[in-house]
């Protein structure tokens, strides 16, 4: 009864162990086995590593007959067996948290009763399940977290960057890359690289069925390979280029509705070890959840590239029809930005801030030529139309969904912090944020810039100009934000030429 009782107590402990998250090294594995198994049986440890699982630790030294390396075959074919005249079995551990895995093998120097036979059997039975559900509850926690992260995001880097860093983690890989369908030519390219020449890589085309992401999208069946060197249809240079080392490729087609949209590869596991079937079966698992989420994602791209491309339509129809307002947009929209980062904006609202900036003028494409295109100063008549242009402005796109924030840039950068400006004279912290930081952008760029009836002043004398405007023109805490941004730059810079 001691025995057995000393077996289930090792048994509880483990998964304690496990539970508790304290399964990070030999060592507690081998405290908990000298504490339960010391005077009663003897022992091995083996720990997983490239060669298989090697011994770390035996307690008996005069026990020559056991393996000194395992394979995984050795430990789950059977339970307790017989080997010159003494029972033994194995406890199995595993952890994706840690990527660690152990074999306890527990010698009995008799063999068993059938009655005790059957109850370790039954206890090492229950043990190996328990390692299931605990590695299949972590697996699930962690693809709900990843699913929970990716579900309302529209940018597709984001979501292609979490979902290769959840690939890295649950197996334990070096690497991991995703490659999306071009449908137009039906070929296969690099949206994620794990490298410093991610680049030059992303460049490179796989046409269906070459290489083994190729032939994974070809059969929308998954692949493991875990020695590529061996392998015909490894496609080398991709190794060529980046500088890379493959030794073994896990690769799984990504679908969602049924239609093929790319594939997710898992590559070189950390310990050396093979990628199995379960392996297979946790990555599939990340390709469904990730199906749906990549093509919206990949759809919001695209038709953000196409608006993208819409605007800087409208703004070169514009620059067309007056040479000295070329490029006027672009660098109001980089210095926006650039406040709108000293700001510490999120990255949300930066992009919608530079869209504001880069629409600021589209409604100079309603003021006639004979006053957009004057080479002289405008006549105060002539003024009053142009500025009718951020109104013009505000029209022009007030039809677009969601595009609030956007049109209040547009619509009020001609506003001034002391409510002489126009068009509604709003005043202080009453003119929307956009319009605020355009306004400074906008005058620091015209100052600038050359005019048909004046060359543009010195930078340095914008931005004086733009000190003078604090709290009257422009709001004093977006300029003190703004000038020190430009302060620290050149302090930089200057420590870098020093």
């Known amino acids: 009864m001691i025995m057995l009782r000393k077996i289930f107590d090792l048994s509880y402990y483990l998964q ?16 908990l086995c000298d504490s339960s198994l010391k005077g009663y049986f003897d022992y091995f440890v083996y720990s997983n590593t490239y060669k298989g699982f090697i011994v770390i630790f035996k307690s008996n030294d005069k026990i020559k007959y056991f393996k000194e390396v395992l394979t995984k075959q050795d430990f789950t074919s059977s339970l ?36 005790d036979e059957v109850f370790i059997n039954n206890l090492i039975s229950s043990f190996r399940n328990f390692i299931k559900i605990f590695d299949h509850n972590y697996t699930r926690g ?47 390219y690099f949206r994620q690289v794990d490298s410093e ?47 890379f080392k493959t030794r073994s490729i896990l690769a799984v087609p990504i679908k969602s509705l049924n239609e093929l949209i790319g594939v ?10 093979n990628f199995d079937s379960f392996d297979a079966s946790v990555l599939d698992m990340i ?30 129809s514009l620059e067309a029809r007056d040479e000295y307002t070329k490029g006027h947009s672009e660098r109001v929209r980089i210095y926006s930005t650039r406040i709108g980062i000293a700001m510490g904006l999120s990255k949300k609202d930066l992009k919608r801030l530079q869209l504001s900036a880069i629409l600021h003028d589209i409604g100079k494409i309603g003021i006639p030529d004979s006053v957009l ?59 929307p944020l956009f319009a605020r930081i355009i306004a400074i952008a906008d005058t620091l760029d015209a100052i600038a810039s050359d005019r048909p009836y ?37 302090l930089h810079q200057k420590a870098s030429r020093d």
């Open 373 to 431: 295109r004057k080479p002289d100063k405008l006549l105060s008549e002539e003024y009053e139309i142009i500025k009718k242009h951020p109104v013009i402005g505000y029209e022009i796109l007030k039809s677009v969904e969601d595009f609030e924030d956007v049109l209040e840039g547009v619509k009020y950068h001609h506003e001034r912090f002391d409510g002489n400006g126009y068009p509604e004279g709003l005043k202080g912290k009453d003119i």
């Open 454 to 490: 004046r060359k543009g002043a010195p930078f340095e004398v914008a931005l004086e100009e733009i000190k003078k405007g604090k709290g009257t023109q422009f709001d004093p805490e977006i300029v003190d934000v703004f000038l020190h941004s430009i302060s620290e730059e050149s």
């Open 80 to 115: 307790v067996k017989i080997e010159d005249g003494k029972s033994y079995f194995d406890f199995y551990l595993f952890s994706r948290k840690y990527h660690k895995e152990f074999v306890i093998r527990v010698i009995i120097n008799e063999v068993l009763s059938k009655d």
């Open 197 to 243: 020449k991610g680049e030059i890589i992303k460049e490179l085309k796989i046409p269906l069925g070459k290489g083994i992401a190729g032939k994974v999208a070809l059969t929308e069946e998954y692949m493991i390979v875990n020695d590529v060197s061996n392998n015909p249809d490894f496609f080398s240079v991709v190794d060529e280029k980046s500088g």
């Open 142 to 188: 962690k693809l709900i977290e990843v699913l929970n992260d990716i579900s309302e995001i529209n940018d597709i880097q984001i979501v292609i960057s979490k979902l290769t860093k959840t690939v890295k983690e649950l197996l334990g890989v070096e690497a991991s890359s995703i490659l999306m369908k071009d449908e137009k030519s039906n070929e296969l």
């Open 287 to 316: 390709a469904d959840i990730s199906g749906v989420t990549l093509l919206t994602a990949n759809l919001y791209e695209r038709l953000e590239k196409l608006f993208r491309s819409i605007v800087d339509a409208l703004i070169k």
């Open 264 to 273: 997710i590869e898992a590559i070189n596991k950390k310990d050396f070890s």
């Open 16 to 31: 304690d162990l496990l539970l508790k998250g304290d399964f990070f090294d030999s060592s507690r594995i081998l405290d």
